[in-house]
């Protein structure tokens, strides 16, 4: 019997429609159906100024979006040959990291609902609201933040914004304990996820799987450590893994990741406090300047030369490896940018995890993958 | 590994059907290779190169021809490298790359949904984000976007 | 002594003698005939009974909500009236003005009678429910076994409904409702043995009065934890709530009703939630009856018992919603297995309990819990 | 970037919580938060109390037991925009930067008939509120407030005009208070003078009235040469007062102007 989870069912976080053939409550085969959300942003992108671009990352991802206008914002900058200042990284890394805490957040209020629990629910998305206050004060926005820009950010760190970052970590950390006290403690949660949705490494690289669902098999593999971008390579951090390669392994990697993010960013605030800067490159092309001033003319291009150039980035978003390909042939808009969302790769590994396991199971898997259609479908 | 020892190991075994090995800074290097090799190319990359992941997938439409890109992840060595081979403009085709790494099946999928690049072997080449029957491969350069108010016109014409 | 009867006895008369005034000759007589007067008498019986159970679901989904909101970190329902008290109503009204949809490929029969049959046996089991001394529907010697065998009608009903409304996700429900049943009835029945073993009776009344020494939950606490499971199962709340687990089945075997049909079969829930609570004090925590050493002002008003009872009764309910607050959901094999391994073998040992309990007496060490007397 | 130093060390396995008792941890923790919350939920009784409200100004979040940190933070928040017309010098940059194309030039009473003064006019139901026109506004007269409340009944009442506008910039809500730091950039307009007629346009049209027109010599034709026929006189930029919004390129009939560094 084929049932049709999606596109609009409390498992999917999204919309996206999971067709399962089940015999009994055993599952034998699923298929995954997308673009229900697909909005063309890699269209949209090819008629926007670079800058213009960062406020479709917030609508990529809407659960990470800095860590998107991040992914992007150097692929942009390599394509453009444009060096930030250093402390625009820390910034940078400093609200990747915030932003995975969020995301992680998220993650876990929409996981504990998957498996019938509803006070986590609110208990995350209640400390989550403590980091989107933090965005807020130096960004503006609660969930589509268009704070980066190419060649740094928009503007500094608000004043006494250090102090009451620190203050909101040390609270988060304490909530970490509750969460697994919540989950961890539980019989009941072992019974559930214990054993489910296994995936083993090697699988897991054939089929392209990253991120937590990665690393829970027992990986190393995180982009911070292999390939450090920003400023990662200075900051002390350890690679959360697990060995079970299931549902419980991908919650405790997701769990000591935020404890390691809340690590990563107390150390950036240290540096932040010590080293005051500029936040934005000083040189930058006319049209990708502070003043966000329009071209005029299209002639004004055709009497400039602007270098072409290709830019590659790939960094460790939340749900995994979050890639961004720009192609600059000298104009004001790039000429193709491709994103590759660790999601969509993810899920649909579904084949491969998904069989042999209970529609029961469905809910908990799912949600340990951490779905987020708007990446997904772009 | 460096860019030209990847040359020269990539030019021993496929001579002049590898078009030529760039520099891409922060890559191991920007390898364009003609169509024809794609599956033997990808069988050394991930068997004697140890390049264990696909990362990405994507096409590009420069108009006069499209070019299909590929990102490689190495795990042993840590670096990234990217495949680009040009295909004409008309009928655009490769083989496909399922063989070798599952997980180009998304990945392909999506190619062939909007930039219309055939990927020949390809278990199961269906559109992925459009409905099937959709009669654009939308980030071509000749789709263009509808103004909103087309649009309106468009929906009430119906 | 006022007892329900009593009161709506009274209620019918000074009715039946009103209309009497009015009526002429031959038909004042007759009204005011006893068998009349005891016909109306069991009509305003039933009218009471259905409104008091009406009301106090009602005011239990209201005490759910606000436990659960505080479990939360929330507020609950405090808009419509004082302290969101009337919410409910106000939800209950929103459902009534719904259309009920019925899926064009569902059987009309088993669609329209499910929710029907489930409220209706519901409802059923108040009639042998005692309230309080006087306060119940009829004293039967086998009160006990009559109301869990209403109780465990409902899995039918459920069945029936998920298996007329023609969809994927109720019919999973549906099958997985029957399945849980198998799990929770029989350790319910062995733990409610062990009660009757002790307290020497099936009347429900009798089972309150036997616990004038003691409460059988202080002897028979295995009994006591295998019914509240078993209880969380039958009500099917989480974490038993697989039928309609709402994370992979939408809502389970309800997918399908809408409006009012719905509305049905969420008070037919918590109807059966009071249900559990009240059995849950009956058989274990002294029904109306209070320990001796509280203070007699409190005991003394009029209607105490049944304020007793009620306050018993909420602060069980307060348990399951505490479950529900802190606990996941598991799976129909688990349930099965902790059904079998778990609970029979417990409900089992409870009974060997009740038998020694039942030879050598309570422990004296076990009577910190004295009745009220009376 | 090709990372060559070898893999890190495993970190400290991930200490797992056990379970105690089944499920009496969860138990308990839940009853924890119920006898925390009976106190105080942490919620904000939204159409009746709001973040913004004094009584939770200043109130950072964590210590008070309220997890919002609300307080000094709110003022940086992007709503709804305030317009200060008086101060508006119709540059249309704020339209020309708007990646949503939902800013539209109206005209607004207070400019003369052949020079009407224009001000912007915001559809909310395009707007995505990244705030690159505050940005770009060169007076800072168009600025993001904290006003959220946007629903309507009707999809025209999205469209907010200057006036409208106007009525909230005089409601004094708290207003974004980052202000960028805005470096002049070092692209100017430069005139290309052989093209020029002297037509007036640039010097008509632009919003700062920072170009003057200056008399050039008029030079002596040579025998048998066509005089061009052209006013004498040619633009000149004050560079200080611009404000690089590209208005006297748009205008220039001859696109004589470019953008370009003077050497």
Redesign the interface.
Known sequence: ?W?N?GPQ???THGLWNLRVRIEG?IIKDVEPE??FL?R?I???SE???Y??I??LMD?TCYVAGLAWEHLFILAAE?ALHITPPERSEYIRVLASELQRIASHMMWYAAF????????P???GM??R??VL??F??????RL?Y?YMRVGGV??DL?L?FTG?CR??L??LIDRFV?Y?????????????CDGLGVLPAPEA?????TGPMLRSAGS??DLR?????SVYDRLQF??????SADVTGRY??R??EMRQSVRISRQCLDWLDDHPGPVLA?QLP?WL?????????E??LL??NYPTG?G???IEEPHG?A?A?V?NDGGEHP??V?F?SPV??NV??AKRYLPGY??????PIMGSVDVCVGEC?? | MQTNELAASLTSRFDSRILGVDGFPGLLGRVRFEPAIALDLFRTFRDDLGFSHLTMVGGIDWVDHREVFYALWSDADRVYVMLSANLPAEAPSIASAVPIWPSANAHERETWDLVGIRFEGHPDLRRIFMPEGYAYHPLLRSFKIFEPEDLEVKVRSE | MVTLFSVSNTLSAALLGALAHILPTPLNGWATSSGVVTGLAALIFGAILLAASMLNTILLIWWERKLLGRFMDRRGAMHVGYAGLLQNFADGLKLFRKDTVRPGQADPLGFWLSPTAYMVTSLLIFGVLPISTGWNGGSLPLTLLLALVIFSFAPLFIFLGAWASNNKYSLIGGMRSAAQMIAYEVPILLAVVAVVIVAGSFDLTTIVQEQRDYWFAVPLFLALIVFLTGMLAEMERIPFDLPEAEAELVEGWNTEYGGMLFAFFMLADYLRALVGSILVVLLFLGGWTLPSYVPSVLTSFPLAGIVWFMVKTYIVFGIFVWIRASLPRIRTDQLLKLGWMRMVPLALLSIVLATLVVKAGCPPVLHCVPPMGG | MAGTAERPPAPPAVAEEKPFLWVARPLATAAKQFVKSLWRPSTVVYPFERLEDPKFRGQVGVASGKPIGVGEIWDNYRGVHALNINTCISCNLCAFSCPDVCIEMVNVPGGDPRHPKKCPQIDYGKCSFCGFCSDACPEGCLTMTTRYELSVHKREEMVYSPARMFEIFKSKLPMNPIRLERPKNEDQILLDPPICIGCNACARDCPTQCITMLDIPKPTPKPGEKMAKRIWKEPVINDSDCVRCGTCIAVCPKDCLFWGTRQ
């Open positions: 019997m049932v989870m069912h409390p498992m409550e997308l673009g697909h063309g890699e269209k949209i008629d926007r100024h800058n213009e960062i406020t609508r390599q504990v609902q998957d498996l019938g629990l509803m006070s629910f609110l208990y209640r400390d609201d403590l206050d933090l807020q004060s130096f960004t503006g926005g589509t268009e928009r503007n608000p006494g009451q203050r909101v040390d609270w509750e697994d006290h919540l989950c961890l403690a539980s019989t009941i949660f072992h019974e559930r690289v054939a089929y392209g799987v190393h593999r450590k292999d390939r450090p971008y350890d690679v959360a893994t697990a060995t405790l990697v769990m000591e000083a006319r300047g502070a003043p966000y001033a329009p071209v005029g003319n002639s004004y009497k400039r290709l590659f980035s790939m490896e890639g390909y192609v000429y193709r491709k590759r969509l790769i649909w590994a209970r529609v029961a199971d469905i809910p479908d772009r």
